[in-house]
């Protein structure tokens, strides 16, 4: 079993949809949490960084963090083709060796015009 | 500020060919990674370094290795490229996590062993 699991998708809306993308963990140990969204052939680019439980807002995007159920999610409001990426979310712990980031497998979202 | 670069971003080696992917940080970031992605597997820590001078193994590091002289360059060193190394590289670089910044990541090296 991966440490980190999320549902690949791929995960289509219309325009204007809200957006939402979860992922389920095994490791309590996690504490930082880091949504990063990825584009075709380009790097990924960090989204949303949480620590601990909570949830964090940042214009469009929410998230959120259940350290009780080891279950973090991510919301898009009004969706734009523009968000139309893999989204994977990664995190860590105080004390991972190099800062070292587990990843799910990312989740392709299309948002359709 | 260009952030993390990487060079080149395509190559096709055959294989037992040697080659280096270049990586380099203007961010002044103490810590550095290595992560292939593959269909299906996400991204997957080859090796990394948390500071100039010290490097150490990630999950996948078998066929690698690194060195880092500098705090700003972290080259891989493909010793004898097979097929099961065709893959998207990135290079990555962070602070300490404690830190909002989380990591920085490069654009990506493609890299097909034939």
């Known amino acids: 079993q991966k440490e980190v699991e999320q549902d690949p998708g791929p995960l289509s809306v219309p325009e204007g949809a809200i957006v939402s993308l979860n992922c389920t963990y095994s490791?309590?140990?996690?504490?930082?949490f880091m949504w990063y969204r990825q584009y075709s052939r380009k790097g990924p680019e960090l989204l949303m960084y949480?620590?601990?439980?909570g949830n964090k807002e940042d214009g469009r995007f929410t998230a959120q963090v259940d350290k009780s159920s080891k279950y973090i999610s991510l919301f898009i409001r009004d969706s734009q083709p523009s968000d139309s990426a893999t989204y994977l979310c990664?995190?860590?712990?105080?004390?991972?060796?190099?800062?070292?980031?587990?990843f799910g497998g990312g989740t392709r979202v299309l948002v359709k015009p | 500020n260009a952030g993390v670069t990487q060079t080149p971003k395509f190559q096709v080696l055959k294989t037992g060919q040697s080659m280096t992917l270049q990586c380099a940080q203007d961010?002044?970031?103490?810590?550095m990674s290595w992560y292939r992605q593959d269909p299906g597997m996400g991204l997957r820590l080859i090796h990394y370094?948390?500071?100039?001078?010290?490097?150490d193994q990630g999950e996948v590091p078998n066929g690698y290795n690194v060195s880092r002289s500098t705090t700003e360059d972290f080259p891989l060193r493909l010793l004898s490229a097979a097929p099961s190394q065709t893959s998207v590289y990135f290079c990555?670089?962070?602070?300490?996590?404690?830190?909002?910044?989380?990591?920085?990541f490069g654009s990506g090296t493609r890299l097909t062993v034939v």
């Open positions: 990555a670089s962070s602070q300490e996590l404690r830190y909002d910044y989380g990591y920085t």
């Open positions: 490791n309590s140990a996690f504490q930082y």
């Open positions: 949480t620590y601990s439980s």
């Open positions: 990664a995190m860590s712990h105080a004390g991972a060796a190099g800062n070292k980031l587990t």
């Open positions: 961010m002044n970031h103490e810590y």
């Open positions: 370094s948390v500071g100039a001078g010290i490097t």
